[in-house]
């Protein structure tokens, strides 16, 4: 409540010269006094409900109307407004009556320096009692908040001496443990209601919290008496108390809805995988079926013509010949597409170790040399010194470095600008070892050059189209890249990186 100045004052008081008497003393104690002079119940009860006061002096008795009942009608209607009796008679027993009934105070006519002072400490009073509600309704406006917030994010607070076993629980706290709001909470009832299953873990967690003074955070199930599963999220703080006394204050939060949200979504996403799968191992079924039948249809029809020509009157041997060499020649080619892809998909059969890339495209350049001359290519490797070793499957390497060099060599074959091979090995910023194969050939494609990886793509009349896209995965399984570019001399560079093993780098 604000004390106006001047002072609001509403005066019960039939006698106009007292009246006067106790503005003057009021003013001549340095009170500015707005006073309301009334004398009846009736002008009373208006002057309480019209205006504002901050302050009701009233006589004990007057010829219509009498103090106490005046009292009564301020308990009733304004019960903050201080009260004062300035009487000429109160005994001590009415006195003592009235403040029970509420007065603030009581001063005699003939002792009215008194007011002051009791005016005073009645404004002050009133004042402490209006900050007071003011604070308590704050609090309340505050916790109320605070309630509905952990209704709203299901997240229950606790505090829990233990030492004395005290535990205090929020309202949230008691729904998300299903107890009624007038028990009394204590440790065994959260025992009660977690999962027999993870009871042990939950005793083991807080004893050694309790130990160590250590927070905790820890996600249990609970076992409601529905049968039903709940799942908690616990996370509490260990503090001393104010007499050294250990303390966990937390929260509880019931994360039930997350929990079957993050289930059902892994579940969505293994069934997808699922059916990726499925379906990329249905694709590749049916490209490998394509591949290998057409070979397989091509060595039956000449498997028939071959028959027919042993099965003359007068066989044609020179015929049968050359249709057995057709049929040696499909079925080498449908054994390769299969051997290649069983390859592929044998990841048992890789053997890890300690592998030196320098050495594999030595003995890669010993091997093709021949092959390179034969078809006028200049073949030479510049290989960085002191490049990583890496931890891989030697063969399967060979495989990609063979594959990358032969395209190169098929690549150029046909073109008239001096066609040349070069491999070369770097060592990364990052410690990575990359390797390059780079010819002047015909180049890659103009469009969509990247489909160059992908299975069964090929341009040429006898290839399977399956080099580069093992290749890439190779690589990718040692966990490197591989990828193409242009060659700015003409032609096309082949690029991968692959990571150095531990404590390989020199
Ligand atoms: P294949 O050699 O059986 O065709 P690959 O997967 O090894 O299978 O190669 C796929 C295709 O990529 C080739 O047919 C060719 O069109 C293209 N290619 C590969 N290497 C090169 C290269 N060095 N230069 C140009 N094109 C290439």
């Not at 091509?298 to 057995?324: F, I, K, S, Y």
């Not at 093709?368 to 399967?396: N, Y």
Request: proline content about 3%; aromatic content about 6%.
């Amino acid at each position: 409540m604000l004390v106006s100045s001047p002072l609001r004052i509403l005066h019960l008081e039939d006698d106009p010269k007292d009246a006067d008497l106790l503005q003057a003393t009021l003013e001549a104690d340095g009170f500015a006094c707005n006073i309301t002079r009334v004398e009846n119940r009736i002008n009373f009860c208006a002057s309480l409900e019209k205006s504002d006061f901050d302050l009701i002096l009233a006589d004990y008795t007057l010829p219509s109307f009498d103090g106490i009942s005046a009292l009564k009608i301020v308990m009733e209607m304004r019960p903050e407004l201080p009260f004062i009796f300035v009487s000429g008679t109160l005994d001590e027993e009415v006195a003592i009556d009235a403040l029970k009934i509420g007065a603030t105070d009581y001063v005699f006519k003939t002792r009215l320096s008194r007011i002051t002072p009791a005016l005073q400490r009645a404004l002050r009073e009133c004042q402490n009692r209006a900050e007071r509600k003011r604070a308590q309704d704050a609090l309340q406006r505050s916790e109320g908040y605070l309630a509905e917030a952990q209704k709203i994010s299901q997240t229950g607070s606790f505090g829990w001496s233990v030492s004395t076993g005290a535990l205090f629980w929020s309202e949230e706290t008691f729904r998300i443990f299903q107890y009624d709001r007038m028990t009394t909470p204590m440790p065994e009832l959260v025992l009660q209601r977690t999962h027999p299953e993870d009871v042990a873990f939950v005793l083991r967690t807080i004893e050694r919290a309790t130990r160590e003074l250590q927070d905790f955070d820890i996600s249990h199930r609970l076992l409601m008496p529905d049968g039903s599963v709940k799942h908690v999220h616990v996370l509490a703080h260990a503090v001393r108390d104010i007499s050294g006394e250990i303390e966990f204050i937390g929260t509880v939060r019931d994360v039930t809805e997350r929990k079957r949200a993050e289930d059902r979504l892994r579940k969505a996403q293994s069934e997808l995988a699922h059916a990726n799968r499925v379906t990329t191992m249905g694709e590749l079924a049916a490209s490998v079926a394509h591949e290998v039948n057409q070979p397989i249809a091509a060595a039956v029809t000449n498997a028939n013509t071959c028959l027919r020509w042993l099965m003359r009157d007068q066989p044609d041997l020179e015929e049968a010949r050359a249709a057995a060499m057709r049929i040696v020649k499909d079925a080498t080619r449908a054994g390769e597409i299969i051997n290649r892809i069983r390859l592929f998909f044998s990841k048992s059969a890789q053997q890890w170790e300690l592998t030196d890339v320098d050495e594999i495209i030595r003995g890669m350049i010993a091997l093709l040399r021949d092959e390179a001359i034969q078809h006028k290519i200049s073949f030479r490797a510049e290989l960085a010194t002191g490049i990583p070793k890496i931890m891989g499957d030697r063969v399967q390497l060979q495989q990609v470095m063979l594959n990358l060099i032969m395209n190169g060599i098929d690549a150029m074959k046909d073109v008239d600008r001096p066609r040349e091979l070069i491999i070369k090995t770097q060592r990364t910023k990052n410690d990575q070892l990359l390797v390059s194969v780079s010819d002047t050939g015909v180049g890659l494609p103009e469009q969509n050059a990247d489909q160059i990886f992908n299975a069964f793509f090929t341009t040429k009349a006898q290839g399977i189209g399956m080099g580069l896209s093992i290749s890439r995965s190779i690589v990718e399984m040692h966990g490197g890249r591989l990828w193409a570019e242009k060659n700015a001399a003409g032609g096309a560079i082949f690029l991968f990186t692959l990571p150095a093993a531990c404590d390989t780098v020199i």
